[in-house]
């Protein structure tokens, strides 16, 4: 029984200990959006990113390492600052653009990236289907989202779109399963 516990114990510790991303913010007239993607990728590999940053201070429960700031001036795609979290003091310090851009200060037009940033309007609505074994699992989920296209840090087309991210295929068997949403 002792061992089950202190195993117990320790499973809940690493789970409540599990990498937890910080999402990007992007400011569409001065309204700030928590977006689920970084242009910061399209630059820099995460593996890159990490690398670069390995020196600065960076907190074990942030995965990613930073959190980037992103606005939309015009129509043109700005990196406001990239942020990390000071662990010892919980503040958010920024982090110096010379480590990824030579760069000497914010803000930073965006010209490398061509890509879209999804802006949620909604919910995440999550997809659900029975398992032969009749469990109840979440094979993805959809949302309603202000897409915003870049080329070379261009705005070039602005859009709603339902999005949707699928992580395994629908079954026939998924119809009568309620979704939730989150």
Known sequence: MRYFCVSLLLWFSTVTF????????????????????????KLHQSDEI?????????????????????????????LNTLQQKDCTSEA????????LFSETQYPLKANWFSGAIKVPLTDKDYKHCLTDEGSDETIGYAYLAMVYEFIAGELVKQSE???????????????????ARV
């Open 92 to 99: 958010v310090v920024n982090i110096d653009p010379q480590l």
């Open 18 to 41: 599990a990498a937890i991303p910080v999402a990007d913010q992007f400011i569409v007239d001065g309204v700030p959006h928590e977006v689920d993607s970084s242009p910061l990728n």
């Open 161 to 179: 779109q339902i999005v949707t991210e699928n992580w395994q295929r629908p079954r026939s068997n998924c119809a009568n399963v309620p979704t």
């Open 50 to 78: 990490r690398l670069k940053l390995q020196n600065q201070l960076a907190c074990a429960a942030d995965q990613r390492g930073y959190k980037g700031v992103w606005e939309l001036k015009g129509q043109q795609l700005f």
